[in-house]
């Protein structure tokens, strides 16, 4: 239910960017008309992992959230099956590095994914913002001729007003040499070990309204520059 409601969501957007009502009705949305210019005047986006599952990697597997991500690295790894993601991650951050980002870098690259996702080109975006390690945001504005994603991790603030700032908080698997945020050390410590980069959220939904997509404010870090 929590997934479709996700969803729904989603193709809001995608029939309010083609100006439709027939799906707008049946969700129940307040301040309906201040979301709604929001997404004219500006709008930050912060998207979590529900907003990647309809997306397919190059097998043809849709990307798994977290208690399934952790399952199926137990069962590529050998270990003891186990629902508690940060825990197995810590372990085969320890052991096992290369095939361990090796098995997330393949599982993460979006191949595929329904068209409705490219409603987002059609909204004012002044910043996106995410926990997720895809690549579904950058393959979604790269057919945007108007507008592209400036990566603030990596170069700092903007300048340009075609520029999307873009900040894959726990990495992106299209880094050059990607620094996945998954164990149980990299998440404690997260927001003090790069209080600049968390500093860009900060200072975004401060200026502009924010719309949350799949995420359920699980990161203590988030929340820490959200507050």
Not at 90 to 100: H, I, Y
Not at 136 to 142: D, E, F, Q, R
């Amino acid at each position: 239910r929590k997934i479709h409601q996700l969803l729904r969501i989603i193709l809001y957007i995608y029939y309010f960017c083609k100006k439709q009502t027939t799906y707008m009705g049946t969700i129940k949305i307040e301040n309906e008309h201040s979301l709604k210019e929001a997404f004219r005047s500006g709008v930050n986006l912060f998207v979590g992992a529900g907003f990647s599952i309809d997306a397919k990697n190059k097998k043809g597997d849709k990307l798994p959230l977290g208690k399934n991500l952790a399952l199926e690295l137990c069962e590529k790894f050998d270990k003891k099956a186990s629902e508690d993601l940060p825990r197995i991650s810590t372990l085969l951050e320890k052991t096992n590095r290369a095939d361990f980002y090796k098995f997330l870098i393949e599982k993460f690259t979006v191949a595929e994914f329904p068209k409705y996702y490219y409603a987002i080109n059609k909204l004012n975006l002044m910043g996106v913002y995410t926990t997720n390690i895809d690549n579904l945001i950058p393959k979604i504005v790269s057919a945007n001729p108007q507008r592209y994603l400036h990566n603030q991790a990596q170069n700092g603030i903007p300048t340009d007003c075609k520029a999307i700032p873009y900040l894959p908080l726990h990495g992106c698997v299209e880094d050059a040499e990607p620094n996945f945020v998954f164990d149980v050390v990299s998440l404690a410590n997260i927001y003090n070990d790069a209080s600049r980069i968390w500093s860009f959220l900060s200072h975004a939904v401060e200026q502009y309204p924010t719309v949350f997509i799949g995420y359920g404010f699980n990161d203590s870090s988030t929340i820490q520059a959200l507050t």
